[in-house]
């Protein structure tokens, strides 16, 4: 067994999937397999193993035509505002899923597609170190975090480090705020952290409300189980059912202060009764070697893999299979000879065997295929064309010579993976359909670039939403002419005449195509191209819009209802109480601030970015008066204006408007629900709003700064 995990980030970034690929590695290589971690497509094609197994699937596509796994064990709602992720997650062989509701998701996206569902359990899980308890009198509570997406749990952290049952890890400038309860930092070597918490003697598993409203586990609980460590934990749904009374739960409901009093409980008991408390961590340490250790986990991959591989069309054809009744076409660019031989090896390579190939030259060029190489192909029909045709005029000659049952486009920098072709005639005869098409790798453009510290511009994921087939542009979107496979007695009547376009004939073949009739989909990538779907759309848009003036639009396209919006986030999502704060009124969009009354004086809680938002969003409506900011500790001025607690203007605020503009919702209501302010505002929602405008202004921004014929390429 030969295993890669694709690990996205770069090597020096902190995040718990760089600790995540080490524990794996090891685990990997304890059970004998070959293993290794790498970033770029490069580097799996190197290695060469049976499987790829993907840490972030959101962030990066499958890059290979390797058999590619993902570990679905984050919930969707951490992605949900970014298309590109979905995308991502979409694209890949199979999914390691965290929970029957995250494989059931998979299954219903997949509904209408040909794939099969490849599907394992997987959590984010550690070795098998088991590490004796060391649980004493003296014990702190072991926690790490990166804070990469602010200052998780402030109150409740506070007090415990300010009773000093806390020993804090991670980097020291994300823990500023506490550096009386942090113990130092720790590197990510896959046994440092574990180690670390098996010394602490007890550690505290918290999770985000999604992880609880999903039922899907972080990693802490089982590294705090490899190190014997006393887990003191929140009611989720997989610890209670898998870990049952071997942990010590707290209700994280009632808000941080009452949770910080009921986790002080659990320490001073399990600091009077240490030999207790070792018991419980043992118990809990045999559940997790039997269920739940990496190497555990790992033991159904074998069979996996070897079950998997027929059904993705990745087993060869044996030896004396007929040739397939595919044509490909392959226009060739002047000096593009070496990138048609590369097109050619891929297509002799596809498992589904021999396949034939029509090879369209311009004037000129005398090259040959070697003897070899066309033996390999089902058929091989080499036409020349006049150098002075556009190139969509190259693609259409190829097209009519083509006269095989079903036939599809390979333009110049494409390579087709091994199962290409096997998966796109299994989908279009499970479906019943006369057109199909499967995902392929794109080029991805800088504005589509998410900062998370990757370790390459990677191409994105195209053919995982429904195509729409409303307009050339529309059906680029949606997928690749690349990734297409037509029957030919559904194409002939589009070639009768020759639209004489450019580089976006294929676009425009594409859209014709689709909207004809409904495509199939065989639901896998199987294809990376080095153009991207929309390729000279832009510069024959004009005629474009005449070749498709007297054109029906298709019905369901015109019937086809909008994309519900995601649902409004009324607070982070480390928020212990969101339900508290979605029955606060709220402020979503500037209009919202009209129903302010303009007779009362505002007060902000919040001094930091999202206080400053609404500070200037405020200065818009001369008819309101913003009075000060609410801050939970700190007093004094922030943008000339005083800053101070709401326990010391308790009376002028009940006679004020108070706006909550922080990301701690739930609990910054309740704390004035003590001061007599029940029904603050809720500018949440607009804070997001407004740092998700900018973003897209500025990756507007820098897109019109681009040259216009430039785009990331894949690795």
Not at 1 to 6: D, F, K, N, P, Y
Not at 161 to 166: K, T
Not at 554 to 567: E, H, K, L, N
Request: glycine share 6%; with cysteine.
């Amino acid at each position: 067994m030969r295993v890669a995990l694709l690990e996205p980030f770069a090597i020096d970034a902190e995040w718990a999937e760089r600790e995540l690929s080490l524990r794996m590695l090891s685990a990997l290589r304890a059970k004998g397999w070959e293993a290794a971690i790498v970033r770029r497509a490069a580097e799996i094609e190197t290695f060469d193993p049976d499987l790829v197994v993907s840490l972030h699937p959101q962030v990066t596509p499958k890059l290979t035509g390797h058999l590619t796994m993902a570990c679905d064990w984050n919930p969707p709602q951490l992605h949900a505002s970014h298309r590109f992720f979905a995308r991502n997650e979409r694209s890949y062989d199979g999914w390691l899923t965290a929970n029957e509701g995250m494989r059931r998701r998979m299954a219903d996206l997949f509904w209408p597609t040909a794939r099969p569902l490849v599907t394992a359990p997987m959590y984010p899980s550690s070795p098998a170190l088991a590490l004796e308890p060391r649980l004493a009198p003296d014990s702190r509570l072991f926690y790490i975090g990166s804070n990469w997406d602010g200052r998780r749990f402030p109150l409740m952290l506070s007090l415990l480090a300010q009773e000093g049952v806390l020993a804090l890890h991670g980097r020291r400038d994300r823990w500023e705020h506490l550096a009386d309860a942090f113990t130092g930092e720790l590197p990510f070597d896959g046994h440092s952290v574990i180690e670390r918490a098996n010394a602490c003697g007890m550690g505290l598993c918290l999770h985000l409300q999604p992880h609880v409203e999903t039922g899907i586990p972080n990693m802490r609980i089982f590294e705090l189980s490899a190190a014997g460590a006393l887990t003191i934990a929140g009611h989720h749904p997989f610890i209670l059912e898998a870990f049952g009374d071997s942990v010590l739960y707290v209700d994280t409901a009632a808000g941080e202060l009452e949770t910080a009093e009921q986790i002080l409980a659990h320490v001073a008991w399990a600091r009077a009764n240490p030999a207790r408390g070792r018991a419980m961590a043992r118990a809990a340490q045999a559940i997790f070697l039997e269920k739940f250790s990496l190497e555990v986990l790992f033991d159904p991959l074998p069979d996996l893999i070897a079950e998997a591989r027929p059904r993705l069309g990745l087993t060869p054809a044996g030896n004396g299979t007929p040739p397939v009744p595919v044509d490909l076409v392959l226009p060739v660019d002047e000096g593009g000879w070496d990138d048609a031989v590369q097109r050619l090896e891929a297509v002799a390579g596809q498992t589904a065997g021999r396949v034939g190939v029509v090879l369209v030259l311009p004037d000129g060029m005398r090259e040959s295929v070697p003897d070899g190489l066309a033996r390999r192909l089902a058929s091989l029909r080499i036409l020349t064309t006049a150098a002075e045709q556009p190139s969509g005029s190259r693609l259409w000659s190829g097209l009519r010579a083509a006269d095989a049952e079903w036939v599809g486009i390979l333009p110049p920098g494409a390579r087709p993976f091994p199962n290409h072709v096997a998966t796109l005639l299994a989908a279009a005869r499970d479906l019943g359909v006369d057109g199909v098409h499967g995902g392929a790798l794109q080029p991805m453009l800088p504005e589509e670039m998410v900062e998370l510290y990757q370790a390459e511009l990677r191409p994105t994921a195209i053919g995982f939403d429904a195509v729409d087939a409303a307009s050339p542009a529309s059906t680029a979107a949606t997928l690749h002419p690349a990734s297409l496979l037509v029957r030919r007695a559904r194409l002939t009547p589009l070639l009768r005449r020759d639209p004489e376009l450019g580089d976006a004939a294929a676009a425009f073949l594409a859209n014709r195509i689709a909207a004809q009739a409904p495509l199939g989909c065989s639901g896998l990538l199987t294809m990376r191209v080095a153009d991207r779907a929309e390729s000279g759309l832009a510069a024959e848009q004009e005629r474009l819009s005449r070749l498709t003036t007297l054109t029906p639009v298709p019905y369901a396209a015109m019937t086809a209802p909008s994309p519900p919006p995601p649902p409004e986030q009324v607070t982070c999502y480390f928020d212990f109480d969101p339900k508290f704060a979605a029955r606060l009124p709220r402020l979503s969009r500037e209009s919202d601030f009209a129903a302010l009354p303009d007779d009362r004086p505002i007060y902000l809680y919040g001094a930091s970015r999202g206080g400053r938002i609404l500070q200037m969003a405020l200065g818009k409506w001369e008819n309101l008066t913003l009075a000060g900011f609410l801050d939970g500790v700190r007093k004094g001025k922030a943008w000339d204006l005083s800053v101070t607690t709401p326990e010391a203007v308790a009376d002028a605020l009940r006679n004020a408007t108070v706006i909550i503009s922080s990301q701690y919702v739930s609990e910054i209501a309740k704390r004035l629900l003590r001061v007599g302010i029940a029904d603050p505002y809720n500018a949440y929602p607009f804070i997001v709003q407004h740092i998700w405008s900018e973003a897209q202004s500025k990756a507007r921004r820098e897109e019109a700064r681009r040259p216009r014929d430039t785009c990331m390429h894949p690795v």
